[in-house]
């Protein structure tokens, strides 16, 4: 086989370089001859590639017997609700999240409302390489159909899990930073259902992304920070490209990484629901392992990657997942990682606990993140990574590349992105100064191993 073409979550790459229409094509007919005779639902994120890519994919999707149904623009976790919810077959969405412009891609998602597993991935990938997805003759070609109100299911949908009468009463103020791209189809809207004030930023759908990189990192996100101050908003939120993703802004205009909120959300959970199973990459804060210890609850550690996240959720029927990007997965609404349902469930614990986010978090045991990225067009194998471990090291783990566990609590996770051509570094330390001198060291030596 000539190699891989799905990523840690779906396929992307720069449009008409690495995906085209031809490609797109393929990939939807080899995903339909697994969904005919459908429905199949198909949505797009805002990019200018992106028309095109959704016209090929519902070519495909129809030349392998299916019926599909087009909701037009949409973030990706309203096309998951909207599968499982809708009853179709399964669901594509045209989209590269968080790449840049010049990036497109394609998601597939099963009639579970999760991306396919790694099983069926394989299979899509034989049948495009060898050309063998399903073309069945002329009375085997169903329709093409529009729903444009598809989205106000979904809407819908993350609100019964709420109690939009007591958010109400708190009278929030929200900013919500959409990207230009689809967050601001639905995460406004659901906020205004509970009653919050939401001030739109960067609401404008446009596939350009003028106004800030669609991933959102805490130091892309000074804009955001500054609109919080300003308007003396409860908290921001800011979404990637599809919006399956969410950074939360606090009160005072500091920008967290989503472990900490997960964090947040998982004490509230798992102070209703103790003993619970919570799952989460290993790339996430040791915060949460106390968290979960102080509930009696377990902790599974997994590879990075919302997908693995959610198929692990859904095999060991865990309720609450999370990651460090911004994804929180609720598996009451559904087991995958929803931009909206976790700007509501932060609504709701503000409403709840009466407190401000800032103090929240403040309350939270203190730990530094710092991530960063070593660029490097080829993997290195893993034993030259292992040139790392030195006296300092404690423990070292290889659930997902190397995560060296440090003598002095701090921790360093090195591992290949399944996005980019580089190497990702995240790194935990007890006090910033600590974290500052230990990204330094290890982004220097890593960069020597790539270069030799
Ligand atoms: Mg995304």
């Given at each position: 086989m000539p190699g891989r073409l799905f990523g840690t979550n779906g396929i992307r790459g720069v449009v008409n370089v690495e995906i085209d229409t031809a490609l797109v094509l393929k990939v939807a007919a080899s995903a339909g001859t697994l969904f005919a005779p459908g429905p199949v639902l198909l949505g797009s994120d805002v990019r200018l590639s992106s028309p095109a890519f959704k016209e090929a994919a519902a070519a495909g999707l129809m030349a392998a017997g299916c019926e599909v149904i087009d909701i037009g623009l949409t973030p990706t976790p309203?096309?998951?609700?909207?599968?499982?919810?809708?009853?179709?077959?399964?669901?594509?969405?045209?989209?590269?999240?968080?790449?840049?412009?010049h990036y497109n891609g394609v998601k597939v998602i099963d009639s579970d409302g999760i991306e396919l597993s790694e099983e069926k991935e394989r299979q899509v990938e034989e049948m495009v390489f060898g050309g063998s997805w399903a073309k069945p003759p002329w009375e085997g070609w169903r329709s093409l159909r529009q729903d444009a109100n598809a989205l106000d299911s979904y809407v819908e949908g993350v609100v019964a899990h709420l109690d939009p009468d007591?958010?109400?009463?708190?009278?929030?103020?929200?900013?919500?930073?959409?990207?230009?791209?689809?967050g601001a189809l639905a995460t406004p809207r659901i906020l205004e259902?509970?009653?919050?004030?939401?001030?739109?930023?960067?609401?404008?759908?446009?596939?350009?992304?003028?106004?800030?990189?669609?991933?959102?990192?805490?130091?892309?996100?000074?804009e955001l920070c500054e609109a919080v101050k300003a308007y003396g908003a409860d908290f921001g939120v800011a979404h990637d490209g599809d919006a399956d993703r969410a950074i939360f802004v606090d009160d005072v205009?500091?920008?967290h990484w989503g472990d900490r909120t997960f964090c947040l959300i998982a004490q509230d959970f798992l102070s209703d629901h103790p003993g619970s199973t919570i799952v989460t990459p290993v790339s996430s804060t040791r915060a949460i392992q106390d968290i979960a210890s102080k509930h009696g609850a377990k902790i599974i550690w997994t590879r990075v990657g919302?997908?693995?996240?959610?198929?692990?959720?859904?095999?060991?029927?865990?309720?609450?997942?999370?990651e460090e990007n911004g994804g929180i997965f609720y598996s009451p609404h559904l087991p995958v990682r929803d931009g909206a349902m976790a700007s509501a469930m932060i609504a709701n614990l503000l409403a709840k606990t009466g407190k401000k986010l800032s103090q929240l978090l403040e309350e939270l045991p203190h730990r530094f993140m710092l991530k960063d990225k070593v660029?490097?067009?080829?993997?290195?194998?893993?034993?030259?990574?292992?040139?790392?471990?030195?006296?300092?090291?404690?423990?070292?783990?290889?659930i997902d590349g190397l995560k060296l566990w440090l003598k002095d609590g701090s921790w360093v996770l090195i591992r290949r992105s399944g996005t980019e051509p580089a190497y990702r570094i995240f790194l935990e330390s007890p006090s910033p100064e600590r974290a500052d001198e230990l990204i330094r060291k290890y982004k220097s030596a890593l960069s020597r191993i790539v270069a030799n």
């Open positions: 309203a096309i998951q609700f909207l599968t499982t919810n809708m009853r179709a077959k399964g669901g594509i969405v045209i989209t590269a999240s968080h790449n840049p412009p007591a958010i109400a009463n708190r009278r929030l103020t929200v900013v919500v930073d959409a990207g230009n791209s689809v259902r509970c009653g919050c004030r939401v001030i739109s930023l960067n609401c404008q759908l446009d596939g350009t992304f003028p106004s800030r990189q669609p991933e959102p990192v805490p130091s892309a996100l000074a205009g500091v920008a919302s997908v693995v996240v959610s198929h692990t959720m859904k095999r060991l029927n865990a309720p609450l997942g999370g660029r490097s067009p080829q993997p290195v194998p893993l034993t030259a990574l292992e040139k790392l471990v030195d006296k300092e090291v404690e423990r070292v783990e290889r």
